[in-house]
């Protein structure tokens, strides 16, 4: 079975200072482990996935994530908070569940921008 | 290119009535499809998946139903909504069953039941 946490419901930063959101995942295979960004009102975009290649992803919006398969975690960082970021944010794990995948979500984390 | 529509945008519907939304993808064949509910304040619930036309998998039992009447048409419905219905759904697609697939979203459709 697999499972996400979120750790943080809410994280408020200023802007031009380090985003750290955190998630620690559960799974009984090797996930695939995706980061989704929702601005208010909207569906969710993709910010970055780790499939079993490199264990720091880059992705869009200067936004990159580090697998560590130790201690089960896949946090998304970003070097310098800009306004845009505000919005809400998903870790997402995905392992065969009965020879399907299906991805489960986490609660999910919004981001507060302060200027 | 893909893309995802749903419809419509935004509903407001009293208690007891039947419900229908839409979601269509363009530019892809064969696409698993995903309906998700966001219940204010809280994360994505999935509600129903389709690996292929006429195949629907449940995931939370409750007085919705989904059908895959085409390959890219995927549909929710309710014959008689309540109040705790309301919430932003979300339409999904995927290109395959592989676990390294990326969701692609809709834009989402707000239901106010009351």
């Known amino acids: 079975a697999q499972s996400v946490t979120q750790l943080d419901s809410h994280v408020s930063v200023s802007e031009g200072t380090p985003v750290l959101l955190r998630c620690n995942y559960s799974?009984?295979?090797?996930?695939?482990l995706f980061w989704y960004v929702q601005h208010p009102n909207k569906g969710l975009q993709l910010l970055l996935k780790y499939t079993s290649a490199a264990t720091l992803v880059k992705g869009i919006n200067g936004f990159e994530a580090e697998f560590k398969k130790s201690e089960t975690s896949f946090h998304l960082t970003k070097p310098s908070a800009h306004m845009s970021d505000a919005a809400e944010y998903f870790c997402v794990v995905s392992d065969p569940v009965g020879g399907s995948y299906i991805p489960t979500f986490g609660r999910g984390t919004s981001l507060i921008v302060h200027p | 290119s893909q893309t995802i529509h749903q419809w419509p945008a935004t509903l407001v519907q009293p208690v007891g009535s039947p419900l229908s939304l839409e979601c269509t993808v363009e530019?892809?064949?064969?696409?698993?499809l995903y309906w998700y509910r966001q219940a204010a304040g809280r994360g994505l619930q999935l509600l129903f998946y389709?690996?292929?036309?006429?195949?629907i998998s449940s995931e939370v039992p409750q007085n919705l139903s989904a059908s895959r009447p085409q390959d890219r048409q995927f549909i929710l419905s309710s014959k008689k909504l309540l109040l705790s219905d309301s919430g932003f759904y979300l339409c999904?697609?995927?290109?395959?069953?592989?676990?390294?697939?990326?969701?692609?979203f809709g834009p989402g459709t707000r239901l106010t039941v009351l």
């Open positions: 530019g892809t064949s064969n696409p698993n």
């Open positions: 999904a697609w995927s290109p395959g069953a592989s676990g390294t697939d990326t969701q692609y």
């Open positions: 389709s690996v292929g036309i006429g195949q």
């Open positions: 799974s009984s295979y090797s996930p695939s």
